[in-house]
Nanobody
Framework: QVKLVESGGGLVQPGGSLRLSCAASGIIFRLYAMAWYRQTPGNERVLVAD???????DYAGAVKGRFTISRDNAENTVYLQMNNLEPEDTAVYYC??????????????WGQGTPVTVSS
C-alpha cells in the first residue's frame, strides 16, 4: 500500500538544473527520513541524499554543493533540486523511505523512478 511516485526528470544539458519530486502515500510521512537514490544500467542503486524527519540533510560527495534535498510534510513530498548537472549524474532517480535508526537503510518500497539524462 506504500506508494512512491517520482517525477521531474528529463533531458538537460551539462550545467543545467532540474528539480525532482517524490509524492509518498501509505505512510505517516512526517515520521520518516526520506532519501534519493540513483541507478545506472548494470549497477546497484546508490544513495545520493537523505533528509531526516526534522529536516537534517546529508549528501553523497559526488553531489555535495550541487544538490539540495528538501521536504514538504504538508504535501507528503520530498524534493531534489539538482544544479550544475554533469553527465555523470545521468541515471534513474528513485526516492525511498528510510528505516528508523542511525543506519541509512531503505524499506523495499520503490516507485518507477524518474530518468535524468545530462547530455549536450
Amino acid at each position: 500500500q506504500v506508494k512512491l511516485v517520482e517525477s521531474g526528470g528529463g533531458l538537460v544539458q551539462p550545467g543545467g538544473s532540474l528539480r525532482l519530486s517524490c509524492a509518498a502515500s501509505g505512510i505517516i510521512f512526517r515520521l520518516y527520513a526520506m532519501a534519493w537514490y540513483r541507478q545506472t544500467p548494470g549497477n546497484e542503486r546508490v544513495l545520493v541524499a537523505d533528509i531526516t524527519k526534522d529536516g537534517v540533510t546529508d549528501y553523497a560527495g559526488a553531489v555535495k554543493g550541487r544538490f539540495t534535498i528538501s521536504r514538504d510534510n504538508a504535501e507528503n513530498t520530498v524534493y531534489l533540486q539538482m544544479n550544475n548537472l554533469e553527465p555523470e549524474d545521468t541515471a534513474v532517480y528513485y526516492c525511498a523511505v528510510l528505516r528508523f535508526g542511525d543506519t541509512k537503510r531503505p524499506f523495499d518500497y520503490w516507485g518507477q523512478g524518474t530518468p535524468v539524462t545530462v547530455s549536450s
